[in-house]
């Protein structure tokens, strides 16, 4: 006998962190409806993440929210490694050349405001205990008797994620490093750099302002394990960043501190049939760079506007295995660039430790090294597998270019001067043009045209249509009406049908 579901929507989110809830939120605001099933029966107020990169804000600016995150932490240009050895983020072309440092639960918060606000539903108390799935749709069954159907289903449940072990995915790799403390902390002696790290023979440490006058401590001795769970001292907090750091902070106050393990894994399949995998779920890996809730927001942003074009009929199913030939690449990269930076921190081996004692010596000498680093570790240097012989843009990331003309679905009347990452706000593809707006009429409600500000520079003559999550789709130098039109028609669908 069949069970009528307790939910019935468009699209299951499992998890009500960062990633789910970014996109929650893009589901929400494209008119699909999202229900967001979270085990926790309440928010937490404790965090492991809190960097937030260049390209996560400038996708949170994409939907109005960068400014007000920012208002939250302090940012920072300059990533200190190692003694002198830094990545100067300063450099990076973006309007937000900086690391944000901010507790993950700020982010959560905006995000969950512009979910709900926008119409997506959270059912906290809600784990996901069954998963089922046919030709149509997904059922999910949670430990409170309800069960929920959706046509997709998207799982974003953490490293230890109920989504992925029903799925039976694998999720190969192995433990990085056993016994890592973390700690909320006061500090009597404020470090003279904002992110501090350091490394010794016994360990390593990083110390990192969250800008209200506690610190997050992450540290790691390599004398002393603890099992996970486990409460480490103050003192033993205290001496273990001495050693690593070089001197002493003062340690004072803990309002909160653990022990866990550091793993480095990856699902070799982000997607089986209806069901996909996103942020820890999919990846994770050390705590070095900062980069995890970042690239969970960005599988996120990528994967949103894919399942709601395939929800309006607008998409095949050719465009949402993308979202696994472009994301599992990015997260491969960042396992390995996080890889390295803990391996070299817990260098036990003569020539590991002789590269540490190098770049801390070098300090800032190899400026063309940490500008490769900056714009890796931000986010900002990752683009996507373009077609053979497409416009050489295809696929790339697009900077905040200045706009003018700028029409957007809901008012139909062009507008004057504005920015690429607020037209994106529309939730919709962008059209870049001097002269061929009127070629997308037929698409007007499902896509944002304006012309280049400066409209005798770089793009005089080239056209770019301009995804929702700020990569090119398609571009081409003075193309005729017809091979815009079928761009268009490729990328949001037939108008007359």
């Excluded at 230890?160 to 056993?178: D, H, K």
């Amino acid at each position: 006998m069949s069970v009528k579901p307790t939910t019935e929507t468009d699209v299951l989110i499992v998890g009500a962190g960062p990633t789910g809830l970014l996109l929650a939120g893009d589901l929400a605001a494209a008119g699909v409806g999202v229900t967001v099933l979270e085990k926790r029966g309440a928010e937490s107020n404790l965090t492991r993440a809190f960097a937030v990169h260049a390209r996560s804000l400038e996708l949170l600016d994409a939907r109005g929210l960068a400014d007000a995150l920012i208002a939250t932490g302090r940012p920072l240009t300059e990533l200190r490694m190692f003694g002198r050895f830094g990545v100067d983020l300063s450099v990076l072309p973006t309007r937000f050349p900086f690391v944000l440092i901010t507790p993950q639960y700020n982010v959560e918060r905006l995000l969950l405001e512009r979910a709900e606000k926008a119409g997506a539903t959270v059912l906290r108390g809600a784990e996901v205990t069954g998963l089922r799935q046919d030709a149509e749709g997904v059922t999910l069954e949670t430990g409170d008797g309800g069960v929920h159907r959706a046509r997709y289903a998207v799982g974003t449940d953490g490293v230890r994620s109920a989504v992925r072990e029903l799925l039976g995915i694998p999720f190969p790799g192995e433990s990085v490093v056993e016994s890592v403390m973390l700690a909320d902390v006061r500090l009597a002696n404020e470090p003279a750099d904002g992110i501090t790290a350091g490394a010794g023979a016994k360990g390593f440490a990083f110390v990192v302002p969250f800008g209200d006058g506690w610190y997050r401590l992450i540290a790691w001795d390599r004398t002393e394990h603890l099992p996970d769970g486990a409460v480490p001292s103050p003192e033993h907090l205290a001496a273990v960043a001495q050693e690593a750091l070089g001197e002493d902070l003062g340690l004072g106050e803990v309002r909160w501190s653990s022990t866990f393990h550091s793993d480095e894994r990856q699902a070799p399949n982000y997607r089986s049939g209806r069901v996909f995998l996103a942020g820890d779920a999919a990846h994770c890996h050390s705590p070095a760079g900062g980069q995890g809730m970042n690239t969970g927001l960005q599988d996120a942003a990528n994967l949103s506007w894919k399942l709601a074009a395939a929800l309006r009929g607008h998409a095949t199913d050719a465009l949402l295995d993308t979202y696994q030939s472009e994301r599992h690449p990015v997260g491969k990269m960042v396992l390995r660039t996080s890889g390295a930076l803990i391996r070299i921190a817990l260098a036990e081996s003569a020539p590991t430790r002789a590269l540490r004692g190098a770049l801390t010596a070098l300090g800032g000498h190899l400026d063309p090294v940490t500008e490769r680093g900056a714009r890796t570790v931000s986010g900002i240097a990752i683009s996507y597998p373009a077609p053979k012989d497409a416009h050489p843009q295809v696929g790339k990331r697009v900077p905040d270019l200045r706009l003018t003309a700028v029409t957007k679905p809901e008012d139909g009347d062009p507008s004057g001067p504005g920015r690429l990452y607020e037209a994106l706000r529309a939730g919709k593809f962008v059209l870049v043009s001097n002269d061929e707006q009127t070629a997308a009429a037929p698409w007007a409600g499902e896509l944002v045209t304006a012309a280049p500000a400066d409209p005798h520079g770089k793009l005089r003559d080239t056209v770019l249509l301009i995804r929702p999550d700020g990569y090119v789709a398609w571009g081409a130098v003075d193309p005729g009406h017809r091979e815009l039109r079928e761009a268009l028609t490729a990328w949001l669908g037939d108008p007359a049908a």
